[in-house]
C-alpha cells in the first residue's frame, strides 16, 4: 500500500493541509506542537475511522482530542491510497451529525461505504489493534528502561501466545469484562424503560377499551330509545303512519264542513220553505231549531277534529325532533368509537413493535455477544493456538535487529518463562543488562517484525513519530538503511534535522513534508 495524497480539511490543529506523499521515505518536518502526530492521528483515524467512547470516557477520546473548535461540521479530510494495484479515494467526516465514510475505487468508479467491511477487505483485514502495535510506531518517550523490558517481554509473549499484538491477554481480558460490565448496565436500563414503555401502553389501552364499552352502552341505549319510537310496520314506516293518521284526520275533518255546509243551507232552505207554504210557524221554528242543533254538533265535532289534527301533527313534530336528536346522538357515538378503535389500533402495533424490539437484540446485547465471542475467542486462542507465530517473530525479529546493529546483536530469545535475552554469537546477555538505545533498536525490530507477519496481505506505510530521539547517529543511519532497503512507504515525523541529514549523508532519497 501507497498514500498518494493526503487532505486534512479540519482535523485538531490543522485546516486545509494538503500534502503529496512519494512511494519511499517521506519526512515531516516541524517544530515541536507544529502538527505531525496529528497528521500521525489522521491517518490512522482515516483507515479505522474515530470511536466516541461513553461516559467520562468520552472527555479525553481520541474524537474529543481531536474534533475542532471552529467549523466542526468539516471534522475529517480525504486521503488518496494504491492498493494491490488499484486506485482509491477515501473520504470521511467524523463529525458526529454528518458522519461519512465512503471508499471510491478510481479505476472503475465503483463507491461502497467505508464503514460496511469493503475497506476493511482492502487493507487486508489488519485490525486496529494490529496496526497500532505494529507499523504505527511512537516513541517511548516516558517509558523508564526497566519499563521497556517489561514492554518488550509482554509483547513477545502476546505474539508468541496469540499470534497478535494485543499487549497481554489478562489486561484484554480484563477490559473487555470491563466494556461488557458497562453494556449490560446500559442494556438493563434500556429493558428496564422498554417494560416502562409496554406498561404504560398496556394502561392506555385497557383506558381505550372501557370508553369503548361506555360507548357501546350508550349507543345500545339509543338504539332502544330508537325502537321504543317506531310505532311502524313492515309495509309503512313510523313517518308514514304518522302522516296518514293526519290525513284521516284532515279528511274527516273536511267531511264534517262538508256536512255542516249542507246542514245549514238544507236547514235555512227548509225553515223558509216550510214558513212561506205552509204557514205553520211552529214546524218552520222546529225545523230552524233541529237545522241549529245539527250545525252546533257538527261545529264541536269540527273543533274536536281540529285539536286532534293539532294533536297529531304536535306528535309528527316531537317524533321528527326526538329522531334527530338520536340520530345526532348516534352518530356522534359512531365517530367517537370510530376514534377510539384508531387510537387503539396504533397503541397495539406499538404494543407489538414493543414487543418485537423485546426480542431483536439491542446495539448493547450486540456488543455484549461480540464481548463475550471475544472473550471465548482469547481463552481459547491462549490454550490452543502454538507457538509457531512466536517462532517465525522471534526469527525475523532476530534477522532485523542483526541487521540494524551491523552483526552485534545477532538472535533475541526468550525462555518459558518469558525472560528475554539476546545472543551476540558470543555469549547471551540479559535485555536488562543492554542500554536503553538497544532495547529501543530491540523494540523498533520487533514491531517491524510483527508488521510483515500480520500485514503480510496488504503491507501497510511504516509511521514513525519521533521514533529516534535516543538514538545515535550510527543507531540511526542503519535504521534509516533497513527502512530504505526494504522498499516500503514510511513517514517519519522527526522533531530535529538529524534524521533529514543522515538521509543526506547516506544519500537516501526522501520527500520533505513541512508542515
Not at 1 to 28: A, T, Y
Amino acid at each position: 500500500m501507497v498514500i498518494r495524497r493526503l487532505k486534512i480539511k479540519n482535523f485538531g490543529k490543522i485546516r486545509d493541509k494538503d500534502m503529496e506523499l512519494s512511494p519511499g521515505i517521506n519526512v515531516l518536518y516541524g517544530e515541536n506542537e507544529s502538527g505531525k502526530t496529528t497528521t500521525h492521528t489522521f491517518i490512522r483515524s482515516m483507515f479505522y475511522g474515530v470511536r466516541r467512547l461513553r461516559g467520562k470516557a468520552a472527555l479525553n477520546d481520541t474524537y474529543t482530542k481531536y474534533e475542532p473548535w471552529e467549523n466542526p461540521a468539516e471534522y475529517g479530510g480525504i486521503m488518496w491510497f494504491t492498493s494491490k494495484g488499484k486506485k482509491y479515494r477515501l473520504t470521511r467526516n467524523f463529525y458526529k451529525e454528518k458522519k461519512l465514510g465512503e471508499l471510491l475505487c478510481e479505476d472503475d468508479g465503483s463507491l461502497v461505504d467505508a464503514e460496511q467491511g469493503a475497506l476493511g477487505t482492502i487493507l487486508g483485514n489488519v485490525s486496529e489493534a494490529v496496526y497500532d502495535n505494529t507499523v504505527s510506531v511512537a516513541q517511548l518517550k516516558s517509558v523508564t528502561g526497566k519499563d521497556l523490558v517489561r514492554e518488550l517481554q509482554n509483547y513477545m509473549a502476546s505474539y508468541q501466545g496469540t499470534g497478535d499484538s494485543s499487549i497481554d491477554m489478562g489486561r484484554a481480558m480484563q477490559m473487555l469484562k470491563m466494556s461488557r460490565k458497562g453494556y449490560l448496565t446500559e442494556a438493563a436500563r434500556r429493558k428496564k424503560e422498554l417494560e416502562k414503555e409496554k406498561e404504560k401502553i398496556s394502561a392506555n389501552m385497557e383506558y381505550i377499551r372501557r370508553e369503548i364499552r361506555e360507548l357501546d352502552e350508550k349507543r345500545d341505549r339509543i338504539m332502544q330509545q330508537q325502537d321504543g319510537m317506531n310505532i311502524g310496520t313492515r309495509e309503512r314506516s313510523t313517518e308514514d303512519l304518522l302522516e296518514l293518521r293526519i290525513d284521516r284526520v284532515k279528511r274527516r275533518r273536511e267531511l264534517t264542513d262538508a256536512v255542516l255546509a249542507v246542514v245549514l243551507l238544507g236547514g235555512i232552505a227548509g225553515t223558509g220553505c216550510l214558513a212561506a207554504f205552509s204557514g205553520q210557524i211552529i214546524f218552520s221554528v222546529l225545523a230552524g231549531v233541529a237545522t241549529a242543533a245539527i250545525s252546533v254538533a257538527a261545529l264541536f265535532f269540527r273543533i274536536r277534529l281540529s285539536r286532534e289534527l293539532n294533536k297529531r301533527e304536535r306528535q309528527r313534530e316531537r317524533w321528527h325532533s326526538r329522531h334527530e336528536e338520536l340520530t345526532w346522538n348516534r352518530n356522534s357515538l359512531d365517530s367517537d368509537h370510530e376514534e377510539k378503535h384508531t387510537a387503539l389500533s396504533n397503541l397495539q402495533a406499538e404494543l407489538q413493535e414493543c414487543e418485537e424490539n423485546t426480542e431483536v437484540l439491542t446495539p448493547e446485547e450486540t456488543e455484549i455477544q461480540a464481548l463475550n465471542m471475544a472473550m471465548e475467542t482469547i481463552e481459547a486462542l491462549s490454550g490452543n493456538i502454538t507457538d509457531q507465530v512466536g517462532v517465525r517473530l522471534k526469527k525475523r525479529t532476530s534477522e532485523i535487529l542483526s541487521e540494524i546493529t551491523g552483526g552485534r546483536y545477532q538472535e533475541v530469545l526468550m525462555d518459558e518463562a518469558l525472560h528475554m535475552s539476546v545472543n551476540t554469537g558470543e555469549r547471551i546477555v540479559s535485555i536488562e543488562r543492554l542500554s536503553r538505545g538497544t532495547l529501543e533498536q530491540i523494540y523498533f525490530a520487533l514491531r517491524m517484525a510483527a508488521g510483515e507477519l500480520f500485514c503480510k496481505e496488504e503491507p501497510f506505510p511504516v509511521i514513525l513519530d519521533d521514533v529516534f530521539g535516543m538514538y545515535d547517529e550510527e543507531r540511526l543511519a542503519a535504521a534509516l538503511r533497513w527502512l530504505h532497503k526494504e522498499n516500503r512507504q514510511v513517514i517519519i515525523s522527526p522533531c530535529h534535522k538529524r534524521e533529514m541529514e543522515i538521509l543526506d549523508k547516506e544519500r537516501i532519497p526522501y520527500q520533505k513534508l513541512p508542515m
